[in-house]
């Protein structure tokens, strides 16, 4: 399956601590992108990093990317009780191709 | 913007019943995809079109599934007969110049 696996599959912290989660991958990547899913909802886009890039940062976000590893990395920094959620890592294999395959999934707990 | 609308949001159905979802993607958005969450299976994409032709359905899982976009602000997925493993969520997503996927709500689907 070419499905990325997210690691761990549950992380519970402390309000405040910083959060790392991990994503995996079986084959080469045209881009990757991170999405999170609070409770009973749909999943918002987070992040995209592109093959050619190691690291990007959005707001409290910062994401590495290593192809070498075909893994992808998303920390959350100074976590809140909203960051409660599920998030999943999504890669496209072609390039010009809208076709996402989506992780297993995080679930994230930030204890208040 | 009023984002990605799909109807209905809860269907509770009896096995053999014909199951019909609707998506309006957002305007302007070319690409518009199906998804299906379950716990075991995760996120499963359905199906993909693109400028409302269908460009990918190898995730449909067989041929009582069906999706249609007759023009580029609405889809319809179908389901007949549906079964009792059908049930999940299923989610519509759209995009639009960029590759960013924009999620609706979902419907809550539970086959009897």
């Known amino acids: 399956s070419q499905q990325g696996e997210e690691d761990p599959q549950a992380l519970s912290i402390q309000e405040g601590e910083n959060a790392t989660m991990n994503c995996s991958y079986k084959?080469?990547?045209?881009?990757l992108q991170w999405y999170r899913q609070n409770s009973g909802r749909g999943l918002v886009h987070l992040i995209l990093?592109?093959?050619?890039?190691r690291e990007k940062h959005s707001g409290r976000l910062r994401v590495t990317l290593d192809t070498s590893k075909k893994s992808s990395s998303l920390l959350i920094t100074a976590s809140r009780a909203a960051d409660t959620a599920s998030y999943f890592c999504?890669?496209?294999?072609?390039?010009?191709?809208?076709?996402?395959?989506f992780g297993t999934g995080t679930r994230l707990k930030v204890l208040a | 913007d009023a984002g990605v609308i799909q109807s209905p949001r809860h269907e509770v159905t009896e096995m053999g019943q014909e199951v019909t979802l609707r998506c309006k993607p957002i305007?302007?958005?070319?690409?518009l995809f199906w998804y299906r969450q379950t716990m075991m299976r995760g996120l499963e994409l359905l199906i993909y079109?693109?400028?409302?032709?269908?460009?990918?359905d190898s995730g449909m899982p067989e041929d009582r599934f069906s999706a249609k976009m007759p023009n580029a602000s609405f889809s319809t997925l179908k389901i007949q007969p549906s079964e009792p493993r059908d049930s999940a969520v299923y989610f519509c997503?759209?995009?639009?110049?960029?590759?960013?996927?924009?999620f609706g709500p979902g419907t809550r689907l539970l086959v009897l």
């Open positions: 997503a759209s995009s639009g110049p960029g590759e960013t996927q924009y």
């Open positions: 084959t080469s990547i045209n881009n």
């Open positions: 990093i592109r093959s050619n890039e």
């Open positions: 999504a890669t496209a294999f072609t390039s010009g191709t809208y076709k996402y395959i």
């Open positions: 305007s302007g958005h070319n690409s």
């Open positions: 079109f693109n400028n409302n032709v269908p460009i990918d």
